[in-house]
């Protein structure tokens, strides 16, 4: 039988932090909670998590830091979804940019975060890392930097377009769904999706009517086909 997916929850806020935990238990997953990003280093030193979820508010170390010292330690690979103040779009980029897989504006709905939390957890038991920079037509796209350059001219991305674009190269040459991308990015529909996908085609493909490196793949989603 197959061991239910082990979770981490970092939030100062108790309530919160015991709410989810109960939410996502009842939901199947084994759940461990910290208080902050001390609680939770040695929670990361001492076991192995399938999914991590950070708060960016608390007191001391932020959620930002700590996801950035997880990016450079023993536990690098773990997925993580951020906890965010709605609006605060600098701290969803800056998460994105630091290696973030998810996040999710805080009051949120609890089957909303079992959603992405099952979404992130397909994606991570099939995606290897990705590659540090893509290549598309003379096009370079840096992932870790959020940057889309052709030669030394950084291309201008909206912040929905570097979402999309960052999800879709960290499973360069496999096929996301619109599900999941709604999901991971801050889309929230299917059909804002396609008009992301379009916007996004005018600026890296040579000829956005015949897409070679945003593919449709029909009845399922999208796939970044790289150089």
């Given amino acids: 039988m197959k061991e239910p997916a082990h979770i981490l929850i970092v939030d100062d806020d108790d309530r919160i932090r015991d709410l989810t935990k109960r939410f996502l238990t009842m939901k199947g997953f084994r759940v461990s909670g910290a208080a902050d990003a001390a609680s939770a280093r040695r929670l990361m030193e001492s076991m192995a998590f399938d999914l991590a979820i950070l708060d960016i508010m608390m007191p ?19 997925p993580v979804m951020l906890l965010t103040a709605r609006g605060q779009t600098s701290d969803r980029i800056e998460g994105l940019r630091l290696g973030a897989d998810d996040y999710l504006g805080k009051p949120f709905e609890p089957e909303e975060l079992v959603l992405r939390c099952e979404a992130i957890l397909r994606r991570s038991q099939k995606s290897a890392p990705p590659p540090d ?34 999800v879709l190269a960290r499973n360069a040459g496999e096929p996301v769904s619109r599900e999941d991308l709604a999901v991971l990015t801050s889309a929230g529909l299917e059909r804002s999706v396609d008009v992301q996908v ?30």
């Fill in 60 to 78: 001391g170390e932020d959620g930002l830091s700590l996801l950035s010292g997880i990016r450079k330690g023993p536990s690098r690979e773990t």
């Fill in 133 to 166: 920079e893509i290549e598309m037509s003379g096009l370079v796209f840096n992932a870790a930097r959020g940057e889309l350059k052709s030669g030394d001219e950084r291309i201008r991305l909206t912040d929905a377009e570097l979402q999309l674009l960052t």
């Fill in 198 to 227: 379009t916007r996004l085609r005018r600026k890296i493909e040579p000829n956005p009517k015949e897409p070679v490196h945003i593919q449709t793949v029909r009845g399922i989603g999208y796939r970044l086909m790289p150089d």
